[in-house]
């Protein structure tokens, strides 16, 4: 069976997962696009060589009679409407973090899907698909390290325009590893408490960067994350879980180890879409098959709410100085893994 799949939003991570699906997977075509943008969706297809049609709302994607999945790559306020618009037709939808822009947002999606009686969607968390990530979680389900104490996390991007505001740190950003380091360790957030260090002279008025971002897990875990989005030398994301007996951190990106020039060096990634393009497309392919087998297994609605949840907590410390506490209700049966 040939999947058809609908895109909604085009710009730069539409045009990835197009590509991919169009291109690197397997199972998969993409039948309609549609953007806020007609021209520059037009300009995809065309691009990318789909035979596809475009059209002009996301409704319209949802409801089209031969698309049988849906993608939403639109603009973050966008994605709620359209994956409760998914649900209601009864449409299997593969939605990009964040799930929606706020918890009560997620939490409706949660409820729809789950008056539906079946998954539905996936959010697009690709962290656990990094092989990276899969093998840090390995060595901490071994026991190797003993029990997790503390977890050390940094998230810094060369830099970013003048649309990225300081909630967005959260919202944008952090949301990431809100998602993969209640994965990584099986745990969820009791409180949170976000702190500023010293500005950097490359920000901007509407931008604090770089941020400090302290999180105590439900078993008691203190996790620290610098965000820093404008730190100039790359795309780094970094790991260090601290346990009982030991170590492990985050694997590196491979890369060349260059002798050249009276140095000693490696390369560092500037570009999100090259350091997870394999998480990319695992999380996918796993989607793919998971509509057409029946049963969707990757990151659920309600994993979409608990990361959701706690950046709302984030949100909120970053306008407070003191500790916000952080209260997540218990997973449904309906999402146990
Ligand atoms: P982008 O390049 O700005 O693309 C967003 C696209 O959605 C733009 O073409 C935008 O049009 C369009 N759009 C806005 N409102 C729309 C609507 N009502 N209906 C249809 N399309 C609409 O941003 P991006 O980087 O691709 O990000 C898209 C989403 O993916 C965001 O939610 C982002 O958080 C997420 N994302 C996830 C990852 C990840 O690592 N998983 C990485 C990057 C992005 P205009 O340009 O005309 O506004």
New binding site residues.
Partial sequence: MTLKLGV???????QEHIRRCSHVLQGAKVVAV????LK?AADAVKRLGLDAEVLS??KEVINAANVDALLV????P??EEFVLAAIAAGKPVFC???LAVTAAGCKRIVDAEMNFGRRLVQT?F?RPYDQGYKALKKVIDSGEIGQPLMLHCAHRNPNVDDSYTTDMAIT?TLI?ELSVLRWLIDDDYASAQVIYPRATINTHAKLRDPQIVLLETVKGVRIDVEIFVNCQYGYDIQTEVVGEKGIASLPEPASVLLRSQAKRSNAILTD?KDR?IDAYDAELQDFINGVINGELTGPSAWDGYAASVAADACVAAQNNPGVVNISLPPRPAFYER
């Fill in positions: 909604i939003g085009t710009g730069a991570i539409g549609s953007d806020i943008n520059g709302d996301g790559t639109s603009w973050d966008t994605h990009e973090k964040p697009g690709m944008n990431h999100w997870f």
